[in-house]
C-alpha cells in the first residue's frame, strides 16, 4: 500500500515535528492514557486504555495493518503527542485521522494545530488525499473549533454514538476536509475581542460556575426564552445548548468580561449566521446586576459589530427583542440601530404569552457613522 509504504516519514511543523514513534516513546504513551482529563477528551474513556507498554505497542502496530501510519509529535525536543492517519483508500484517495496532545499543560498553544497542519500537507502534498475525514467528541469544543479553523468542516452529529466508560452517551461530531472547498469568505469563527472595558472570550463548558454567579437573578432572565438557571449545572445545560449550535454553524456564543479585573458579568453571540448572504444576528446578551448601567454592554456591542462588518465582511447586522422589554429596545435604538419593523405574534415565549417584537439592524454603509457614534459614547 503506498501510503503506509517506504522508508520512515518525518514531518515537519512550525513548532513540533512529526517522527515514527521509538520503543522508548510507549511510556509517554501510558502516562498520557492515564491522565483522565486526556483520556475523556481523547476517547470518552477512563484511565488506563493502555494497562502497560507492550499495549501501547501493539496499539501501534494496528496502524500498518488498516493502511495508515502513526506518528509522535515532538516539541523542544520531547513527545508531547501523536498523530495518525488510517483506512487509506487509493481510488476516492481518502483517509482517517486522529491527533492528540497528550502534555495537558501545554493544551491551548496551537500545538496540536500545527502538528495537523504538517500531517495534512504530508497527506495532501505527498500523498495526494482528496477527502480526509475524523471524528470528535461533541463536548470537546476547543477540538472542533481547531479543526474549523484548518478547513474541515461539520458533516454530521451522531447523536449518542459513542459510549463512554462511564456508561454515559456521548455525541460524535463527524468532519471532513475536501480538496477544492474553500472556507466562506463570511464564516465566523471563536475569536477573542477586547477594549477597555469589557472582553469577549469564547464561551466555554467551563465557564459554567462563574457565568452562573453572574446571571443567577430573576431580573435577568425575564425576557430569555430559557428557564432561570438553579443551579451551575443548570447553566452548563445553558452552554452546552450555545455550543452544539455552533457546532453546527449557527450560532458563535461568548462570555463577556468588565475589564479591567477580568470578572464573569454575562454573555451574548451571534445568531442566525447566513454566510451566503453575509448577515449575522447579535442577540442571547445577558448582563448580570453586577456590569448594569456600565460602559460593558455598550462596548460588548461595539466589539461585535465592528467584527461583523471590518473583519468578517458583514453587508448585515441585526438584533430583535420583546416589544414589551423596554429597557433592551432602548438601549439598541441608543446605539443608532434602525427600526425595521414590528412583527406580530413572533414567537411563544416561555409563559405562553404570544410576543410581538421589534427588529432592528445595521447596514455596511452606515457602519463608519454608527462606529463614531459608539466611540462617542464609549469615550463619555
Not at 502538528?115 to 477540538?143: C, I, K, Q, W
Not at 469564547?202 to 438557571?229: C, I, K, Q
Amino acid at each position: 500500500m503506498r501510503a503506509a509504504a517506504g522508508r520512515p516519514v518525518v514531518l515537519e511543523g512550525r513548532r513540533v515535528r512529526l517522527r515514527p514513534p521509538r520503543p522508548d516513546d510507549s511510556r509517554a504513551f501510558v502516562r498520557w492514557a492515564d491522565d483522565p482529563e486526556f483520556a475523556w477528551y481523547q476517547w470518552g474513556r477512563g484511565p488506563g486504555r493502555f494497562p502497560d507498554e507492550a499495549a501501547v505497542r501493539a496499539w501501534w502496530a494496528l496502524f500498518p495493518e488498516r493502511a495508515g501510519r502513526i506518528f509522535v509529535i515532538e516539541h523542544d525536543g520531547r513527545s508531547i503527542g501523536f498523530a495518525n492517519y488510517r483506512d487509506w483508500s487509493e481510488k476516492p484517495r481518502s483517509c482517517e485521522i486522529g491527533i492528540g496532545i497528550g502534555e495537558r499543560a501545554l493544551w491551548g498553544q496551537g500545538l496540536g494545530r500545527d502538528a495537523l497542519g504538517a500531517l495534512m500537507r504530508h497527506l495532501t502534498e505527498d500523498l495526494g488525499a482528496h477527502r480526509v475525514t475524523l471524528s470528535a467528541l461533541g463536548f470537546n469544543d476547543r477540538a472542533v473549533a481547531s479543526y474549523k479553523a484548518c478547513g474541515f468542516e461539520v458533516e454530521g452529529i451522531g447523536r449518542d454514538a459513542v459510549r463512554a466508560d462511564d456508561g454515559s452517551y456521548l455525541d460524535d461530531v463527524r468532519m471532513a476536509w475536501v480538496a477544492g472547498r474553500d472556507r466562506p469568505a463570511f464564516d465566523p469563527r471563536p475569536v477573542v475581542l477586547e477594549g477597555r472595558h469589557a472582553r469577549l472570550e469564547p464561551l466555554r463548558m467551563e465557564h459554567a460556575e462563574e457565568l452562573y454567579a453572574a446571571l443567577a437573578d430573576e431580573d435577568t432572565w425575564r425576557w430569555v426564552s430559557d428557564p432561570l438557571p438553579r443551579s451551575a449545572d443548570d447553566m452548563a445545560r445553558y452552554i452546552r445548548r450555545a455550543l452544539d449550535l455552533q457546532i453546527r454553524g449557527e450560532h458563535l456564543p461568548w462570555l463577556t468580561r468588565r475589564l479591567p479585573g477580568g470578572m464573569a458579568v454575562g454573555t451574548t453571540r451571534f445568531g442566525a449566521i447566513d454566510r451566503a448572504n453575509r448577515s449575522v444576528e447579535i442577540g442571547w446578551t445577558m448582563v448580570g446586576p453586577r456590569a448594569r448601567r456600565t460602559a460593558v454592554n455598550t462596548e460588548a456591542k461595539y466589539l461585535q459589530l465592528r467584527h461583523a462588518f471590518e473583519d468578517l465582511g458583514a453587508l448585515r447586522v441585526w438584533l430583535k427583542t420583546d416589544e414589551r422589554n423596554e429597557r433592551s429596545w432602548r438601549a439598541i435604538e441608543r446605539i443608532g440601530a434602525t427600526l425595521e419593523a414590528r412583527i406580530r405574534n413572533e414567537r411563544v415565549v416561555k409563559d405562553g404569552r404570544v410576543r410581538d417584537a421589534r427588529y432592528y439592524s445595521f447596514i455596511d454603509r452606515e457602519w463608519p457613522a454608527t462606529k463614531a457614534r459608539l466611540e462617542r459614547l464609549l469615550a463619555r
